[in-house]
């Protein structure tokens, strides 16, 4: 392998190019789960469909993505992020063009999408505890945050580009057509992506033997010395499900990312509905202000990916990995209350929008922390925590709109204002140095 391996030389290492095209495809997950909100006014006309039931389905996918995140990181663990990603992208694209394929006078037709976002969010499950098992294995701890800063800016971006592009399509075309857009999509990068990645570096012939050297190194796992560039392989662990149920910075960990959850899926399920439905904009620029909390995500996780690497070596673990996400929760529970009471609809997008960038300062610290807390478990440990984010997102697509018919939009942001409060408070129970091999 080493002689096959190119020489050291200029350009970017070949850790990020293969992160980037991580980040390709959480955007374009992103525009998969986030195609039936745009389209949602549509789908509602065609099929009858008022937005409790509505909610319904944007709650299927939630479900079946939080009922598969365990078993995704275990895939991702036993057959690696490369294959298991790859089938996955093209899971995504079959359930995504069968959505268009629910008949509208068929009797049922509410249960069938339901069961086709149920199966979609259970094949979009191994999206991110696969790219942790990838983080872990390809980046040192130091460079964690920045992986997944990068990673996480796709799921902005995608949803940022998602409204006006979706929308474009859906004027011109019909809304069947956005999703065919992103069922093509998504199998060509998918299959991009199966040809350029390996699982590890060490099998890789376009790293180079100073990059392999530096990832090695940076791991925690590392063996000593020489011995490090000759070992591809490791033997298998079984997965301590105990140990990590019994964890307090899972516990706290879960707990936190649910309320992530459940605060970000109002932008993602909600808040291209509430332009329109709640501040009365217009649909086309409904679909241009929706962007903006979207960018601000992108933003913001890539800003708090940098942030948290350089915190943790200028101060400590705890401040740039703990301190961060805190801040950054309890700051977007201040945004959304302030936002959600603006008289102006652009005022209300301008400082929602803030408070989507402050949530999304957080995002990085969630990965980076179960990357090193999990070592070779990162897979099963991310999807865990993962789980209590989706199930969080899977409450307020269907709460949200109970508590807006019966109480007001501005219960609504409340709810999500508390939610955030606990999120902070969760991040103080975390030690960002507990490692679980070293609690049985």
Not at 260 to 278: K, N, R
Not at 347 to 361: D, F, H, K, Q, S
Not at 393 to 404: D, F, K, R, Y
Request: hydrophobic content about 50%.
């Amino acid at each position: 392998m080493d002689n096959q391996r190119r020489e050291p030389g200029r350009g970017l290492p070949v850790r990020y190019l293969l992160v980037f095209w991580i980040f390709v495809l959480a955007m374009i997950a992103f525009l998969d789960r986030t195609n039936i909100s745009i389209a949602g006014v549509q789908i509602s006309r065609e099929f009858g469909i008022d937005n409790s039931h509505l909610g319904w389905v944007f709650s299927a996918f939630l479900i079946g993505y939080a009922g598969f995140q365990i078993p995704g990181g275990v895939l991702a663990r036993r057959y690696g992020p490369r294959r298991v990603l790859a089938v996955c992208v093209v899971w995504w694209g079959v359930f995504t063009a069968l959505t268009t394929m629910a008949p509208t006078g068929m009797r049922g037709a509410l249960l069938v999408l339901v069961l086709i976002r149920v199966a979609l969010g259970a094949g979009e499950a191994v999206m991110f505890p696969s790219a942790n098992q990838f983080v872990e294995r390809w980046f040192p701890m130091n460079e964690r945050g920045k992986a997944n800063g990068i990673i996480f800016g796709g799921v902005g971006l995608g949803s940022g580009v998602a409204p006006p592009l979706l929308t474009a399509i859906i004027l011109r075309y019909g809304w069947h057509a956005s999703f065919w857009f992103c069922a093509v999509a998504g199998v060509l990068a998918g299959g991009v992506w199966y040809l350029t990645a390996r699982d590890k570096p060490e099998l890789h012939p376009w790293v180079n033997a100073s990059e392999l050297a530096l990832i090695v190194a940076g791991r925690e796992d590392a063996p000593e010395g020489e011995a490090a560039l000759s070992m591809p392989k490791q033997a298998r662990t079984p997965v301590p499900w105990k140990l990590i149920f019994r964890s307090k910075e899972m516990m706290a960990l879960t707990g936190s990312y649910f309320t992530f959850g459940y605060v970000s899926w109002i932008f993602f399920s909600w808040f291209y509905i509430y332009l329109a439905q709640v501040r009365g904009l217009s649909l086309k620029t409904s679909a241009v202000y929706s962007m903006f909390p979207f960018i601000a995500m992108s933003l913001g996780s890539l800003t708090g990916g940098v942030a948290s690497d350089w915190l943790a070596r200028r101060w400590s673990a705890r401040v740039g990995r703990c301190f961060l996400p805190a801040f950054a929760l309890a700051l977007t529970a201040v945004l959304m209350l302030v936002g959600s009471r603006a008289q102006s609809a652009v005022t209300a997008t301008a400082v929602l929008a803030c408070g989507a960038g402050a949530l999304y300062l957080s995002q990085s610290c969630f990965w980076s922390v179960t990357a090193d807390f999990a070592g070779e478990h990162a897979g099963v440990v991310s999807g865990t925590m993962n789980m209590g984010c989706q199930i969080g997102g899977a409450v307020t697509a269907s709460l949200t709109p109970l508590l807006a018919a019966h109480f007001g939009w501005d219960a609504s942001f409340l709810a999500a204002t508390l939610f955030a409060v606990l999120g902070a408070a969760g991040w103080l129970a975390v030690n960002p140095d507990a490692r679980l091999k070293e609690l049985g």
